[in-house]
């Protein structure tokens, strides 16, 4: 056996491993591992992959009135989460433990050490693993946070209620407690529907402004240590809002998913009419993420220009101005897709497809699914405008637009004429042309999450667009 042949992994492999999550499962199930340390891995993995990895993970952060407490049992109910307090932990800690508690245990004499390990007794539960937990007044210091994370301990995400000291304390004299539920309400803008519970309500000693000056004082001085702990993952959110705005942007924030860090493939199709900078951002993406650019148009002419059997069979329909045969194009892509520099750093496809046809037999070839779609929408004026700016090069080809990207030299300018691609006449054809199929192509794309980008914007505006696109993860991944 030759071991000295390079082992080249089909593209179907990367595909299937995307498709089914398998990276960022690998990647989840060694890093709990090296933190445990299991005497026995493979049962351990194997209990592992018998959980929940999908269940929701969150820290709620904020200052007194903040309303930490009532978002975190929104959550609660809109999740199926376990809600997780540390005076619940307190009271319900395990017989283990009892021994390690000072003579009279409160919250703030118990070291982080044992904190930690109370919560990490409480996670391990069955109902943590499968519907995931919410953790809000923990931690409350620095030194807190870092013992959870030294065991293990890593939400998904975190959120930190944000806002002044004046209108949290303004909030908390209207707080009160029902003393039977310990369900909180506001005289103002929370008032129970029950009159038998308003007549119960209670106002806590601890919401009169001289103590919560002092409760303030005391979380502004330790909120940037856990801040700082947390910072690859914290949403800061504004709580001097109505409730229903508060929860609605920490809900869109906890279900979305985290960023992968694992392996994947980018596999993009750019599309738009004519001028509206799809060649641009192409550019710009393949600079930085060193990703191949496919442009069909360009393939086609150089089949044309260099007398292949397949551009001689293109060229009558280039001639024409009519679409080539879906055959010979999807040849032409088949092997372009499968060369070794689009298989292994994936590929942004310009010019292609252009009507749902061609996009169904692209989606239909092994192993290189876009993954990736975007649409670049512009008018036909600003398109028409953009065009009539820009400038051509004659001897070396380059493009140049007057306002964008000026030429440098007046030599230079003096030869520059426009292409004739660019006039009027003919950007109101090609933009046509685009249109024609546009509905269809949306219409094919939109269960595949595509992304539909204002192209009237500056170049750097647009790329940033693109770019968040491809580096977040989508609601489901090709």
Known sequence: ?????????????????????????????????????????????????????????????????????????????????????????????????????????????????????????????????????????????????????????????????????????????????????????????????????????????????????????????????????????????????PLNDVFTQVYSYVIRKPRSVAPHTPRIIILGPTGSGRKTVAIQISKKYDIPIVSIPTLIKQQIANQTPMGVSMKPYVTRQTLVPISLLMQLVRERLNQKDCITKGWIMIGFPRTREQGENLARIPGIIPNRIFFLDIPVDIALERLSQRLLDPITGDRFHKHEQPVSTQDRKQRLIQHPSDNNEVVKKRYEAYYMYYDELQEFYSPQHAIHIPADQDAYTVFEAIEAGIVNPLKIDA
């Open 1 to 241: 056996m030759d071991n000295r042949r390079s082992l080249q992994i089909p593209p179907d492999f990367a595909l299937y491993a995307e498709q089914n999550g398998l990276f960022e499962l690998f990647q989840r199930c060694i890093s709990l591992m090296l933190v445990d340390r299991p005497d026995d891995p493979i049962a351990y993995l194997i209990d592992l992959l018998k959980k929940d990895f999908d269940a929701p993970k969150i820290i709620i952060l904020g200052p007194p009135a903040s309303g930490r407490h009532t978002i975190a049992k929104m959550l609660q109910k809109s999740l199926n989460a376990v809600l997780i307090e540390p005076n619940e932990l307190l009271n319900n800690v395990s017989k283990k433990f009892k021994d390690k508690l000072p003579a009279n245990p409160t919250i703030d004499n118990i070291p982080p050490a044992l904190w930690a390990q109370f919560y990490k007794e409480r996670l391990k539960d069955f109902d943590c693993f499968r519907c995931g937990w919410i953790l809000v007044d923990f931690p409350m210091n620095r030194e807190q946070a870092l013992e959870l994370q030294s065991i293990g301990i890593h939400p998904k995400h975190v959120v930190c209620f944000e806002a002044s000291d004046t209108v949290l304390i303004e909030r908390a004299a209207g707080k009160r407690i029902d003393p039977k539920t310990k369900d909180i309400y506001h005289v103002t803008w929370n008032i129970p529907n029950s009159y038998d519970i308003q007549e119960r309500l209670v106002q806590l000693e601890e919401n009169s402004e001289k103590i919560m000056i002092s409760r303030l004082k005391l979380y502004r001085r330790n909120i940037d240590g856990i801040k700082d702990c947390f910072k690859s993952n914290l949403r800061a959110i504004n709580a001097d809002q």
